[in-house]
């Protein structure tokens, strides 16, 4: 039996190299005439990873792609602002929904499960029809950058307008990454300014969609991704208000107390390190047990709401 010489030819393929620098994005529109919009399309990363976005692909939302070139700002703290504009010409009157996704978000956002392998989906809804007629996207007055913390909230006023003169509606959506927790806020419904409750510091992001009416009839809605950074911003988590409020013992095995100095009642809400809540009660005297040994071994989030005013602790269940 004669031997056989087996050659193994082994293919190196390169791999495809993608950043982890991404930390929020957004897009606009116009209609231009009849079926053709202008697009413009906002991707901030971290400047000092020195990674380049200097192409992107334009998906129009009606099967076609094109790929838009970027031209870099560098902007302050360690923000990188590209920016890319196209038009595109749609076949016939329709709603349409444009995206451009990218990879991928910085490490650490501490409400993106993994982040670093999440990309970045950004959408505009295109609405054409003859009965809406022209329309722009509502206009963001403040750059995502314009943010600011006071005590344990973070706040932005996105400055919205509209130059139809169209009525708007806000909301906080979820994320498009994939594992994402809503964090604990409130929006002003008119204003659109947002407020996000911090429970540690450390990166959190959020997804503030406008709703665009003409004559009570939606038309269009509007995406910001965004992130609030604590070391940017200064948060300080309220311990200012110890002397009004004790939690102990921490670490806590079964029983935890609460003590209210100089108030009688309230609210407390425990939440796990991604924001997720897992325990509410009412709090009806100056000092109360709150029996948590249900709750697994780890890190937790205890809030306090009281008259008009929170307080927000990290706690350690062991």
Not at 79 to 87: D, G, K, L
Request: charged share 15%.
């Amino acid at each position: 039996m004669g031997r056989h010489a087996f050659i193994l030819t082994f293919f190196v393929c390169p791999l495809l190299s993608f950043g982890q620098d991404i930390k929020g994005g957004e897009m606009s529109y116009s209609l231009v005439s009849g079926l053709t919009c202008s697009f413009d399309v906002l991707l901030y990363s971290q400047t000092s990873l020195g990674i380049s976005h200097d192409t992107i692909m334009f998906h129009a939302g009606d099967g076609t792609v094109d790929t838009l070139l970027g031209v870099s700002t560098d902007l302050p703290n360690d923000v990188t602002e590209w920016q890319y504009t196209t038009t595109h010409t749609y076949a016939s009157a329709s709603t349409y929904v444009a995206t451009v996704s990218d990879s991928f978000r910085v490490g650490g956002i501490l409400n993106i499960a993994n982040s670093v392998s999440e990309p970045i989906h950004l959408q505009q809804e295109v609405m054409i029809s003859p009965f809406i007629g022209t329309n722009t996207s509502p206009v963001f007055g403040n750059t995502q950058l314009d943010s600011y913390a006071d005590g344990s909230y973070y706040y932005h006023d996105p400055m919205v307008s509209d130059l139809e003169g169209d009525s708007l509606g806000f909301s906080l959506v979820s994320s498009s990454s994939g594992i994402y927790t809503m964090p604990t806020y409130s929006i002003d419904p008119i204003t659109g300014v947002v407020q996000v409750l911090a429970l540690q510091q450390g990166l959190l992001a959020i997804n503030l969609e406008v709703q665009e009416y003409r004559n009570g009839t939606p038309i269009g809605r509007s995406y910001r991704e965004m992130l609030f950074d604590s070391q940017e911003l200064g948060l300080d988590i309220n311990d200012n208000e110890t002397t009004r409020v004790g939690i102990y013992p921490n670490p806590v095995q079964n029983d935890l107390t609460i003590e209210l100095q100089d108030f009688n009642s309230g609210q407390f809400i425990i939440r796990d390190i991604l924001g997720k809540q897992i325990l509410t009660g009412s709090l009806n005297s100056k000092k109360q047990l709150v029996d948590i040994s249900s709750l697994s071994d780890g890190t937790y989030f205890l809030t306090v709401l009281y008259e008009h005013d929170t307080y927000t602790k990290k706690i350690i269940k062991n």
